[in-house]
């Protein structure tokens, strides 16, 4: 329940601070006095939309709180731990600030949360009927909603919409693959051809640079081996006159080794002859493989030559930087190619999954109208015998369950039929009064608090159009809300005012609006002030005070 309201710099309200008992709380006031100044701070909080209109003239921004008593709702309960919003022993406050610029900072339980969080708490937190609710008469969403709260087919309308859900998943999946596979198959002759081409050119990854390396030594390959043998002669060999490089080192080696036995000094260079001697022969066996290897064959570069036109062909017409690009574009190609030799068998699958979920919602939807069909009766008798004890005497109310178009909440369509006088019945929001659509909202809301558990339900005067002994009965059936759940009654009705466990006013001082709990002599000045007007008579305060009797 609502046990308190704090707001600041709200419009016309500077600072507000008041707290709220449970059972029916009465709220009265003049005209103009301010009252849907409160209704509108609570509804902020609450989640509506905000905008800079709302922040009052003395501050910066304006900040309105609310703090909720609440039970164990595992509803609710699963929102709080989904959001990572603590339970405060039981308490909840919900706050909204909105600064001149428009925007607005929402908390929870002093965690900041989303618009939709706060709307999604609030849903599970207070009902708020305005005045102008009666349009939900007119609403098949609001009338379903009725019916289902008096069947008891909650769980299973949200298993419905959930079953609904994957029933259009299934289908826009099936729908998708077949508009997939009807591209595969219009293209599936070129990306044959495509694939075909690549395939037979036989890519390797590393090829291309393979070739290039081997295409500018085979285009150089007289240089390089005129070259390589230059190199061969200055190491002189058996060919050559006189002795080679490396018999001539071998020679300077001993003769070093000799002199070193007369001066050591010099012995160190026999090892660095040798070691320089060796390393000249690694490179002259290098070189002589080298030059073997060289080959100068026109048929072979041709041949590489070739293959690199080849493959710089495919590159430039697939739009391939390089011959990986080229390589994955064929693998891509086979897999478009096997996907479209395997779409027959997923449709299948997704075709069958379609009327799984046709089936099951089927079934669901099934169950669904059974129960509204059950309930329909004694929902319609409920409500009926509500009206006539509202003085609607010869009032006739009745459900009628026709079929429609499947959708999240089954196949079915409600209608309310009603007439006052107990003949010709028609469309309920077409032939009902005023004063007659008052009494069936109640009723209706009446009906549902019993099988929501909505802690808190807001009236922002219900009773339009009704006046005499029917508002006294409005407000005894409001009492009797009041008694199983906190209910707050905006109203012009004495009848309904003097019912109340507790009785707030509302009042505009200097274009500020203030709010205040009357105590006893104060709630019958406020009962006779609505019962005579701006004069308050003796015979108003008697009338006042018997009402509250």
């Known amino acids: 329940m609502l046990s308190g309201l704090h707001v600041s710099n709200y419009i016309l309200i500077d600072s507000l601070d008041i707290t709220f008992p449970e059972g029916l709380i009465i709220i009265t006031g003049e005209t103009g006095a301010g009252k849907s100044i409160l209704l509108g701070a609570l509804s902020l909080v609450l989640g509506a939309r905000a905008d800079a209109s709302v922040v009052g003239p003395h501050a910066d921004n304006c900040v309105v709180e609310a703090s909720f008593a609440i039970g164990k709702d595992e509803a609710l309960q699963r929102i709080l731990r989904e959001n990572d919003i603590p339970d405060d022993e039981g308490m909840l406050v919900l706050r909204r600030v909105v600064a001149q610029s428009g925007r607005s900072r929402c908390f929870a339980g002093d965690e900041p949360v989303s618009v939709a969080v706060l709307q999604e708490l609030s849903a599970r937190l207070v009902d708020i009927h305005s005045q102008h609710q009666t349009l939900q008469l007119s609403d098949e969403r609001f009338r379903l909603e009725a019916l289902d709260l008096k069947a008891g087919c909650r769980e299973l309308r949200a ?89 001539r080192l071998r020679e300077a080696e001993k003769l070093l080794d000799k002199a070193g036995r007369f001066v050591p000094s010099l012995s160190p260079l026999v090892e660095r002859m040798e070691s320089a001697r060796l390393e000249l022969d690694d490179i002259e066996a290098e070189i002589d493989a080298a030059n073997s290897k060289t080959e100068v064959s026109p048929e072979r570069l041709n041949w590489v030559e070739d293959r690199l036109g080849v493959l710089y062909g495919l590159m430039k017409k697939h739009g391939a930087a390089n011959l990986q690009e080229l390589i994955a574009q064929r693998d891509r190609l086979e897999g478009l190619l096997q996907e479209a030799d395997n779409l027959d068998g997923r449709e299948q699958e997704l075709e069958k ?38 003085e609607l005497d010869h009032a006739v109310f009745q459900v009628s369950l026709e079929s429609a178009a499947a959708d999240p909440s089954g196949k079915d369509r409600v209608d309310f039929l009603f007439s006052a006088s107990g003949q010709r019945l028609s469309d309920m929001a077409r032939s009902a009064s005023g004063g007659e659509l008052s009494r069936i909202m109640l009723s209706l809301k009446a009906l549902m608090a019993r099988h929501t558990q909505m802690p808190t339900l807001v009236f922002d005067e219900i009773d339009t159009g009704v006046s005499g002994s029917a508002a006294d009965k409005m407000g005894s059936l409001v009492c009797r809300m009041g008694s199983h759940m906190q209910v707050f009654a905006i109203t012009h009705l004495p009848q309904v005012a003097a019912k109340g466990q507790a009785h707030y006013l509302v009042s ?3 274009d500020v609006t203030s709010i205040r709990q009357l105590d006893r002599e104060g709630r019958v000045r406020e009962i006779a002030r609505m019962l005579s007007g701006a004069t308050v008579t003796e015979a108003a305060i008697a009338n006042a005070k018997s009402l509250l009797a």
Request: charged share 35%; with cysteine.
């Open 353 to 390: 999954a379609v009327a799984d979920s046709q089936k099951a919602y089927d079934s669901l939807a099934d169950e669904l109208h059974q129960k509204r069909q059950e309930a329909a009766g004694p929902f319609a008798d409920e409500l009926q015998r509500q009206l006539r004890e509202l």
């Open 159 to 247: 298993r419905c919409a959930q079953s609904w859900s994957q029933l259009q998943n299934a289908r826009k999946a099936l729908e998708t693959l077949r508009s997939e596979r009807d591209i595969l198959l219009r293209e599936r002759d070129y990306n044959a051809a495509q694939h075909e081409q690549l395939s037979r050119a036989g890519l390797r990854d590393g090829e291309l640079e393979e070739l290039e390396a081997e295409q500018h030594q085979l285009a150089h390959a007289e240089e390089i081996k005129e070259t390589l043998c230059a190199a061969e002669a200055l190491f002189g060999g058996e060919d050559q006159d006189g002795p080679s490089l490396s018999q």
């Open 508 to 510: 505009k001082k200097e």
